[in-house]
């Protein structure tokens, strides 16, 4: 069983010295709307603090009120890291906290003074007026600060996220080839019974559909499920009602681990066998029509990896459709400081081949880390056949959890 932690009980990795890294390869972190940058990004900084230390953040606002919060709430994330970090205690009125709120004022993109309204449309509107100087100011970003990879995170459901999001990255992938590195998109999905949520949801997956998005989704319902698999059972059975923060926290703790794992394979080639870059992504967008989600365990003790990954990866998908794909490519990291054999690292890419009828997988085993992790972006999920579909459902998740346990 998964035990959920907080984000206070989430241990660090130690930031370690540069001179131990091959390469250091920055990452521009782009997020879309007030539901990305106050909360998601804010969560995901909080668990992989060497993003706020170490990448370049754009938050992209239709607000200046929720702007305004984003750069303070991330200036205090980046307080609390640096305290935990750094073991010193430096005022947040002082510098390296000033600096950090400065960069982040300095990056910051706003589309329009008083927000999106909750109408996709709206937002759609201000990014397409500004869309040269938000691409140029990116552009600016990446060949300045030699940026060698784009993360671009939103969440549908309101009026910024919904639409600019999938926006720009087309247009970020659009000029990948000679001036962005391709970029690696990350929208969430709501819950079926938010109404007006779910209807500006459905105009975000249209815009994906129609205009072939290359994406990675996490739905909300599906993380549902899969909390469901890890400890929702045994609280639904006692009657107990599941937090919605817990979900929450389930969502922020998967991306995190994909990204930080991700981030350490790109830095640590010594560390990583095959090494990987930004380049390894690529395959993966070769299947037009689809997209993608991930996929990841974490154990404290190789015994639990080895006894219970099959499982646990068959129950930890973060998005479903109605037939399982035809074809995926994906990526996985094997992650732990102590190693694992090689017959678990051939159990790992049998089951992409097998299971998720991957085509091109590429499997990378980084011997760094206190855990053992196995972190997977796998792509080819058909965006017509999402489970539960895109639209508006009156019975509450809880309901249907009880519903499929079969419980009163």
Not at 55 to 69: A, G, N, P, Q, Y
Not at 163 to 182: K, N
Not at 207 to 234: K, P, S, W
Request: proline share 4%; with cysteine; hydrophobic share 40%.
């Amino acid at each position: 069983m998964v035990v959920a932690v907080s984000e206070e009980e989430v241990p660090l990795e130690p930031l370690v010295d540069f001179d131990e890294r091959l390469i250091m390869r920055k990452l521009l972190i782009i997020s879309v709307g007030s539901s990305a940058s106050i909360h998601l990004l804010r969560s995901i900084c909080s668990q992989v603090p060497e993003i706020l230390f170490e990448d370049e953040i754009v938050i992209v606002e239709t607000s200046r009120d929720m702007l305004h919060l984003a750069i303070k709430g991330l200036s205090a994330a980046f307080q609390e890291a640096y305290v935990r970090v750094k073991k010193k205690r430096v005022s947040k009125d002082k510098f390296p906290t000033t600096a950090f709120e400065g960069r982040l004022k300095e990056n910051a993109i706003l589309l329009a003074e008083h927000g999106g309204a909750t109408t996709p449309e709206r937002g759609a509107s201000y990014y397409s007026q500004k869309r040269n100087t938000v691409l140029q100011k990116i552009e600016n970003i990446v060949s300045e600060r030699e940026i060698s990879g784009i993360v671009v995170i939103g969440c549908t459901g309101k009026g910024t996220g919904t639409l600019v999001t999938p926006m720009l990255l087309e247009d970020l992938i659009a000029m990948s080839d000679e001036v962005f590195p391709h970029p690696l998109g990350f929208i969430t999905i709501p819950y079926r019974f938010f109404q007006m949520d779910i209807s500006n949801c459905a105009k975000a997956m249209k815009y994906v559909v129609e205009n072939d998005i290359r994406c990675f989704l996490i739905d909300y319902e599906q993380a549902l499920m899969v909390y469901r698999y890890t400890q929702g059972r045994e609280e639904a059975k006692k009657g107990l009602k599941i937090k919605a923060d817990a979900i929450w926290k389930l969502v922020v703790r998967n991306i995190s681990t994909v990204l930080s794992t991700l981030i350490d394979a790109l830095n640590f080639g010594q560390y990583c066998s095959p090494p990987i870059d930004w380049s390894d992504l690529l395959p993966m967008y070769e299947l037009q029509g689809t997209v993608g989600t991930v996929m990841c365990v974490v154990r404290d003790r190789e015994e639990d990896l080895m006894r219970e990954w099959r499982d646990t990866l068959d129950n930890s998908v973060f998005l479903m459709t109605k037939t399982k794909p035809s074809e995926t490519r994906g990526m996985t990291i094997v992650r732990s400081g102590a190693g694992v054999s090689i017959d678990f690292l051939e159990n790992i890419d049998r089951y992409y081949t097998e299971v998720w009828n991957s085509k091109k997988h590429l499997t990378s085993h980084l011997t760094r880390g206190r855990q053992f992790t196995v972190a997977t972006l796998l792509y080819g999920f058909d965006p017509l056949q999402i489970v539960p579909p895109i639209e508006y459902r009156k019975e509450s998740a809880y309901e249907k959890i009880k519903r499929a346990l079969g419980i009163g």
